[in-house]
């Protein structure tokens, strides 16, 4: 009998495959990028609630003051979440920044007109809103390249945001946004439900260390041409999986980006090739009798505007209950036990 191969399919036999490339030679990096950031971890529990904790989750429902500007409203993802945030009844601002080729240009998203500024007047647009609207949550769809300059001015302006866009330099960004002390969420995914599994990860990785030493790693990971970096959300998977022992290169994650090969081998509903992220995880043992595999798929973008909105209104009910100034993440608006 021959030995088994090391490729992973799928699909099963008969049908269209991706079969992963062979990995060797694998060495572990360090540090490893972390989802929880430097939060302890606890028990998602609450046990009681004071009365003004009570008026600051009354006072943050849906349309009760709070306003956001959606920076990137052009994308798919900016015009999701302002229609996400308009349907739970959140002000839009209808300001919104962009690159140099569209300032200037007007985007009509929920029958709201929204004019889309350029890089050169966004300081002194932003301290313009925020004068207006001093309740503003500014959120952050735009692209890796703008993430750390994006940050900087939001820090500088001192408005709270929630920074949903992946890629630029994660240790600069917390850096600054530290330094600042300012309210913020940050987070490389906003879908609750992968959210949680992140979670069960990192709590995996820390309480049995190296359970996975030895085994190898193959990793796929799917979405819209358009999504120019590599998932934040993998990373983070990644670096649970290297400590528990498996060495792993971030640089070799398989990245499928060919609308005809997501259709055809990753098996992507042909209607979602625009807006999709699928992930596979596969593990093989030394020897090759054992095999482990996590995978989770998502089509569409509601999962994550739907989250988005909810990073919003936990930032607004920290703000208005004077907690800490700092950078919050999913897993702390998971824990907080108020979404929608």
């Known amino acids: 009998m021959s030995s088994p191969t090391p490729s992973v399919f799928l699909h099963p036999s008969g049908s269209p495959r991706l079969a992963f490339a062979s990995r060797k030679n694998q060495t572990l990096v360090k540090p490893r990028v972390s989802f929880l950031t430097n939060v302890k971890r606890r028990l998602p529990v609450v046990l009681s609630m004071t009365a003004t904790e009570e008026g600051a989750v009354k006072s943050v429902l849906p349309g009760n003051g709070i306003s956001i500007m959606v920076n990137g409203c052009t994308g798919k993802m900016g015009k999701a979440v302002i229609k996400a945030a308009d349907s739970a009844g959140v002000n839009i601002v209808p300001t919104s920044f962009g690159s140099a080729s569209e300032a200037g240009q007007t985007v009509e ?44 001015l939001y820090s500088k302006v001192d408005v709270p945001f929630v ?39 990192e709590i995996m990785a820390e309480q049995f260390p190296g359970a996975f ?13 358009s999504k120019l970096d590599a998932s934040g959300t993998a990373k983070a998977v990644i670096s649970c999986f290297q400590e528990l022992g498996v060495s792993y290169d971030m640089d070799q994650i398989q990245l499928i980006r060919d609308p005809k090969e997501q259709v055809e081998m990753v098996g992507v509903p042909e209607e979602h090739v625009s807006g999709h992220a699928f992930h596979l995880y596969h593990l093989t043992s030394p020897d090759e009798t054992v095999s482990f595999e996590f995978q989770h798929n998502v089509c569409g973008r509601s999962i994550y505007a739907e989250g988005t909105v909810d990073a919003v209104l936990f930032l607004a009910k920290k703000i208005r209950l004077k907690a800490d100034q700092r950078i919050y993440n999913m897993i702390d608006v998971l824990r907080e036990g108020n979404m929608r």
């Open 109 to 152: 998203v929920c029958g709201k007109e929204i004019t889309v500024h350029g890089p050169t007047e966004r300081q002194e647009v932003l301290s313009s809103v925020f004068e207006k609207h001093p309740e503003l949550i500014v959120v952050d769809y735009t692209i890796p390249t703008a993430v750390n300059d994006n940050a900087e």
């Open 163 to 201: 920074m949903g866009t992946t890629g630029g330099d994660r240790g600069k960004l917390y850096e600054a946004v530290e330094k600042a002390r300012i309210y913020a969420v940050i987070s490389p995914q906003m879908g609750k439900q992968v959210v949680a599994f992140l979670a069960a990860m």
């Open 213 to 225: 030493s030895g085994y190898s790693l193959e990793v796929m990971e799917s979405h819209q041409a």
